[in-house]
């Protein structure tokens, strides 16, 4: 099994910044991408940054220039550097892995259980 484990979300005032961090732990043999997503309440989940094992990224319209994603592919772990936060940035972020537990297994994704990201004055 593989459990991803976020941490960093809070309250922020607009202008300011927040980390996000998650960690993937378990059974894993290789890490394709780790991305992260965001719902906010009655809205769909959207992506905002994926990351893939080649250090390629992509990010959402609505976050560039703002948001930077990266990894520490020794601890398994994926960081969303928010700056300059937006009243509309709010959101719960979830963080997704897809990952193959041995040589022989098929993708899968995993969800991280969610941060609440609150930007408000």
């Known amino acids: 099994q593989v459990q991803l484990v976020e941490s960093g979300g809070g309250l922020v005032q607009p202008g300011g910044s927040l980390a996000l961090s998650c960690a993937a732990s378990g059974s894993i043999f290789s890490i394709w991408a780790m991305d992260w997503y965001r719902q906010a309440p009655g809205k769909q989940r959207e992506l905002v940054a994926a990351i893939n094992s080649g250090g390629g990224t992509y990010y959402a319209d609505s976050v560039k220039g703002r948001f930077t994603i990266s990894t520490d592919n020794a601890k398994n772990t994926v960081y969303l550097q928010m700056n300059k936060l937006k009243p509309e940035d709010t959101a719960v972020y979830y963080c997704?892995?897809?990952?193959?537990?041995?040589?022989?297994?098929?993708?899968?994704?995993?969800w991280g259980q969610g941060t609440q990201v609150t930007v408000s004055s």
């Open positions: 997704n892995a897809k990952i193959r537990s041995s040589d022989s297994s098929p993708l899968y994704d995993y």
